[in-house]
């Protein structure tokens, strides 16, 4: 049991170029979400997926899109990286959206030059 | 909205004496409560979660912590601190839709 894996684990990019990152979970979770995380303001939630088939924007969406691509899969793309961009990212997942704990990855490192 | 405030940036305990780490929190109704802790370089792992069941909820590695509904807060504890305890810790609120995370605070222990 994995429980949430994350790839890459580190990206470097150049400004304007696009990459995808991936993020599986195992434990037959409903919800899924991707956060970013920067130093001195906690973590703030990107895209969710509450179900299967739905996603919705967070607190800080522009710049990035999601697919949940079925229940263990939920994908952050960055289609035109910029600088504003370097962060660690997070995937989580929980067994239901509403006041559940949730599962963390272990996070994947991303530097834009 | 719900928020969460942690009072400490950065907190530094010697070896087997207590920790206290300090969380406020603000919410329009009866709130799901966690502690989160990362170590460097690495995710976060829950410490414990606090769903309008006691008040004194206990966590793993001997971390506790308490809801105090008429203070708004959600203090974390442990009596002796070890020096794996070093890491970062979050203190987070469920609005009942997304979780929303403190700042975070920094746990040195020092031997």
């Known amino acids: 049991n994995a429980g949430v894996t994350q790839t890459p684990k580190f990206q470097v990019l150049k400004t304007g170029q696009s990459m995808t990152l991936q993020c599986a979970q195992d434990?037959?979770?409903?919800?899924m979400y991707w956060y970013r995380q920067d130093p001195g303001m906690g973590l703030r939630l990107i895209y969710y997926?509450?179900?299967?088939?739905?996603?919705d924007k967070g607190e800080v969406p522009n710049g990035y899109n999601v697919s949940r691509l079925n229940k263990r899969e939920f994908s952050l793309r960055l289609e035109s990286a910029a600088p504003s961009q370097t962060s660690v990212y997070f995937c989580?997942?929980?067994?239901?959206?509403?006041?559940?704990?949730?599962?963390f990855g272990p996070g994947t490192r991303l530097t834009v030059t | 909205a719900q928020s969460v405030t942690q009072l400490d940036s950065h907190v530094s305990v010697s070896e087997g004496t207590p920790v206290l780490l300090r969380c406020n929190y603000s919410?329009?109704?009866?709130?799901?409560l966690f502690w989160y802790v990362q170590h460097p370089n690495k995710g976060l792992q829950l410490l414990l979660k606090?769903?309008?069941?006691?008040?004194l909820v206990k966590g793993i590695n001997g971390f506790e912590a308490e809801f105090k509904k008429s203070e708004t807060s959600f203090h974390l504890t442990k009596p002796s601190a070890h020096m794996s305890d070093a890491a970062e810790y979050f203190c987070?609120?469920?609005?009942?839709?997304?979780?929303?995370f403190g700042a975070g605070t920094i746990l040195r222990v020092k031997s």
């Open positions: 997926s509450a179900s299967e088939g739905t996603t």
């Open positions: 606090y769903t309008s069941a006691a008040t």
């Open positions: 987070v609120v469920s609005d009942g839709n997304k979780l929303v």
């Open positions: 434990m037959n979770h409903n919800s």
């Open positions: 989580a997942s929980s067994e239901a959206f509403r006041g559940y704990e949730q599962y």
């Open positions: 919410s329009s109704y009866s709130p799901s």
